[in-house]
């Protein structure tokens, strides 16, 4: 079994970004940046943009956070999103999710421009992934892919099975390996709640995707010998002999399923440090593709 390091491999990106970063500053170039916007006061996403922003400022990334409180209207919001649409040195917009339940998510991110869609949430960017053009891919999505390129796992006529339908990470992972392109080219199934025995389809992953939110719900007997794991939950649960009262785990039994995984990505460090490094790539990408480099 070989563990799949997330944490390593999100590093070697950061590293990569930042040099190319280094570059254009001593060209004299202006940089790429990013803009995380935030409504309300979820706890766990003012920790995710903190990182976010973080992660831009040590690449050398232009960053910035906005945030509001829980009252501020959706016609507000959608008015702060218009004017970094056109602001040229923000390159990339992100508005963290879960928004206040008085806005609507779609309406907001359909205000997005799609050429600064880095979290790839909007139609536009989800029609092209599904029809397989360029396009912004959704970060967690994105860093599953890298995963499976840096470690050249052969996904070429594979069965891939995801296990999860969200609209962040099911969806769009089905998509993306079902591209006929390389580290794609998949048989992809898509199973969920409605499934009445899901160990029917895990046994037959050669790639196990799953992100279904529930705390090792993966077991050994689900998965067949060989299979490629990919852990995409992040689950809190309670343990009395941690300092902080619990520890988090993901929706993969890890030590039952390693014994007969080929691969496996660990939670934590494993597809969640990967989330923030292609958030930003996808920042760069804008600013490459449609940001004013000056040349
Ligand atoms: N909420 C949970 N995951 C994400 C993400 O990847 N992007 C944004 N914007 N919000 C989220």
Do not use: W
């Amino acid at each position: 079994m070989q563990l799949i390091d997330g944490k390593k491999v999100a590093t070697e990106i950061r590293k990569e970004l930042k040099a190319k970063i280094d570059e254009l500053k001593s060209q004299g170039k202006p940089v790429p940046g990013l803009v995380a916007i935030l409504a309300g006061e979820n706890p766990a996403s003012q920790i995710y943009v903190s990182s976010k922003s973080k992660a831009c400022e040590e690449i050398g990334m232009k960053t910035k956070v906005e945030k509001f409180p829980t009252t501020f209207s959706e016609e507000e919001l959608i008015n702060v999103i218009k004017k970094y649409n056109s602001d040229k040195e923000y390159h990339g917009i992100l508005v963290q999710l879960p928004l206040p339940k008085h806005i609507n998510e779609n309406k907001i991110i359909e205000a997005i421009s799609p050429k600064k869609d880095v979290d790839g949430f909007h139609p536009m960017s989800i029609g092209n992934l599904v029809i397989g053009k360029e396009t912004f891919v959704s970060c967690t999505p994105a860093g599953i892919q890298e995963l499976l390129k840096r470690y050249y796992i052969n996904t070429n006529g594979k069965h891939v099975v995801v296990v999860g339908r969200s609209n962040i990470v099911g969806k769009p992972i089905a998509n993306l390996m079902l591209q006929k392109k390389y580290y794609a080219n998949s048989i992809v199934t898509v199973c969920h709640s409605a499934a009445e025995d899901l160990s029917y389809f895990t046994k037959q992953a050669d790639i196990l995707i799953a992100a279904i939110g529930q705390p090792e719900m993966i077991k050994r007997n689900m998965v067949k010998e060989g299979v490629v794991v990919i852990d995409v939950g992040i689950n809190r649960i309670e343990d009395k002999n941690s300092s902080k009262g619990y520890r988090i785990v993901g929706d993969v039994a890890f030590n039952e399923v390693a014994a007969k995984a080929s691969y496996i990505t660990p939670v934590p460090g494993g597809v969640g440090p990967m989330t923030i490094a292609m958030l930003l790539s996808n920042t760069f990408k804008a600013y490459k593709l449609y940001g004013d480099t000056n040349e």
